[in-house]
């Protein structure tokens, strides 16, 4: 009981110093968001064969719920299926944040999400070239009514600019930006404790040793925790990482397949899930591709 109280003390203590990191974070992040995710729509809908590229830079700007309008448009068949892997492969999640309450150094930051915004450049394109050989890219015409009707969403009746909007004001910012502080915030200090429980049971070159051993086996299980649609999977593999317990390539494969909640939107709205299933997989591979690879070359970041 003793070792249980002392290490919630401490992840307690650690994790109340990043409360006012995060906050002053997403508050800008919201209220960027609500000032700018109409003309970033439009900007992705004209993207066209730049698609990809567009969809990797904007995924890597800190914000919430892009990766979500992206699954949306893409099952609205606005957006090819290029695109979306682009923006899911390079959408930061809540790496960002934790990187920026830890005070970590902003090059560091920027480098790891370059590496994501380039795999999402290139396999973006990859898969829409593929596409397009294959003659797989579909018929080129947005299918929005369908899409609205599926949902059941009346979305056709909604005036412009309205249909992507989390409130109304400056206290919906706050508000917002307060209930991200608090669940990240949260997820921090379940992860903190757990880990640092694991060390104090372990020790702390055990623990080190056990995932540095297995770097192949850690690649994988990581990108499976970044497929989890909850900000819970990015914040523990940037913990994780920045603890010391994931090296360079098992945290990138985990961090390229977190791309927060796009893929459950996508299953939610795509009416097709057998497509569905193949984008997930696909993602799945390229995180673990990109990690392995990233190990065998020694990147470090």
């Not at 970033?40 to 969809?55: F, T």
């Not at 150094?105 to 994501?116: Q, T």
């Amino acid at each position: 009981m003793d070792l249980l109280i002392h290490v919630l003390e401490h992840s307690v203590e650690d994790t109340l110093r990043l409360v006012p990191f995060l906050f002053v974070t997403y508050l800008t992040m919201e209220a960027l968001e609500h000032a700018s995710a109409d003309r970033v729509q439009r900007v992705v809908e004209r993207s066209g064969k730049a698609g990809p590229v567009v969809g990797a830079l904007l995924g890597a700007v800190p914000q919430c719920g892009f990766s979500a309008m992206a699954a949306t448009l893409y099952a609205g068949r606005v957006l090819t299926a290029g695109t979306l892997v682009a923006v899911i492969l390079s959408t930061s999640d809540e790496m960002v944040p934790v990187f920026l309450a830890h005070q970590e150094p902003v090059g560091r930051m920027l480098a790891i999400m370059a590496a994501k915004v380039l795999v999402g450049i290139v396999i973006g394109f990859a898969v829409d070239v593929a596409l397009r050989l294959l003659r797989r890219a579909g018929d080129g015409h947005a299918h929005i009514h369908e899409l609205c009707e599926r949902a059941h969403c009346h979305c056709d009746d909604e005036p412009e600019g309205h249909g992507h909007d989390h409130g109304h004001g400056r206290w919906a910012v706050v508000r917002s930006a307060a209930v991200h502080t608090v669940q990240v915030s949260a997820w921090i200090l379940v992860i903190t404790f757990v880990f640092g429980l694991a060390m104090e049971l372990v020790g702390t070159e055990s623990l080190a040793a056990a995932v540095a051993n297995h770097p192949v086996r850690a690649t994988f299980l990581s990108a499976l925790v970044g497929l989890i649609p909850n900000c819970a999977a990015s914040v523990a593999i940037t913990e994780l990482y920045l603890e010391g317990a994931l090296a360079a390539g098992p945290m990138l494969a985990g961090l390229l397949a977190s791309g927060g909640v796009g893929l459950l939107v996508l299953w939610r709205t795509n009416v097709d899930a057998r497509q569905s299933a193949v984008i997930t997989l696909f993602v799945y591979g390229i995180a673990v591709v990109a990690g392995l690879l990233a190990g065998v070359l020694g990147v470090s970041f």
